[in-house]
C-alpha cells in the first residue's frame, strides 16, 4: 500500500483503534493514546508493513495489541527497577490506603466488571466480535492464536460471561 492509502485507511479505522487501544491498555486512555500514537509511526515509518495476508483493520489491531505489550513489558522493568531502588531506601512508614466509591448501578459498569473478571483472552476474543465487530478468524488473527482456540475462547467466554453476570443479578435483586 502506499502512504497515502495507508493514511486513509488509518483514519477511517481511528475510532475503533482508539477502542482496542484502550482495551489493549487496561482502561488507561492516556496510555491508550500513546500507544495507538507509536502503532500509527511504526506503520507510517515503515516498520510495521502491511503485506495483505489478512484485512488491513486486523494486521492494524495486532500492530496495537504488540505495541501495547511492549508498553507494558517496558513498564513493567520500570517498576521492578523502581522497587530495587526503593528496597534500598529506609522504610517509611506506610500511608493509609484511599477507599473507592464505585457506582455499581449502571449496567455498563455491571457488564464491563463481567468483562474483566473473564481470563484476558477469553475478553479479548469478546471484545473484538461484539464490540469491533470481527469474525472469530479476524480476531484470532489479531491475537496471533489458531481459529479453533479463538472458537473455544469465544464460547467459554460467552458461557462464563452470561454466569458472571446471572449470579451478579441475582445478588443485585435481592439488595
Not at 491508550?32 to 489491531?61: H, I, N
Not at 513493567?76 to 493509609?96: I, K, M, N, S, V
Not at 489479531?142 to 446471572?166: F, P, Q, V
Amino acid at each position: 500500500m502506499r502512504e497515502a492509502e495507508i493514511r486513509k485507511a488509518l483514519e477511517r479505522h481511528h475510532t475503533a483503534s482508539y477502542g482496542w487501544a484502550l482495551h489493549c491498555c487496561d482502561g488507561n486512555p492516556g496510555e491508550a493514546e500513546d500507544v495507538l500514537q507509536m502503532a500509527y509511526l511504526e506503520v507510517l515509518d515503515g516498520k510495521a508493513r502491511f503485506a495483505g495476508r489478512s484485512r488491513f483493520r486486523t494486521w492494524l489491531f495486532s500492530v496495537i495489541r504488540n505495541t501495547a505489550a511492549g508498553q507494558r513489558r517496558k513498564r513493567h522493568l520500570r517498576a521492578a527497577l523502581l522497587l530495587r531502588r526503593a528496597e534500598e531506601l529506609p522504610q517509611r512508614r506506610p500511608t493509609e490506603p484511599v477507599d473507592r466509591v464505585l457506582d455499581h448501578g449502571t449496567r455498563q459498569q455491571r457488564l464491563r466488571q463481567a468483562l474483566d473478571a473473564l481470563p484476558r483472552r477469553q475478553r479479548e476474543v469478546l471484545l473484538l466480535t461484539f464490540y469491533h465487530d470481527m469474525t472469530i478468524a479476524a480476531a484470532s488473527e489479531t491475537l496471533g492464536i489458531s481459529l479453533g482456540s479463538g472458537r473455544t475462547h469465544y464460547h467459554r467466554g460467552k458461557e462464563r460471561l452470561r454466569a458472571i453476570l446471572d449470579a451478579n443479578m441475582d445478588g443485585y435483586e435481592s439488595h
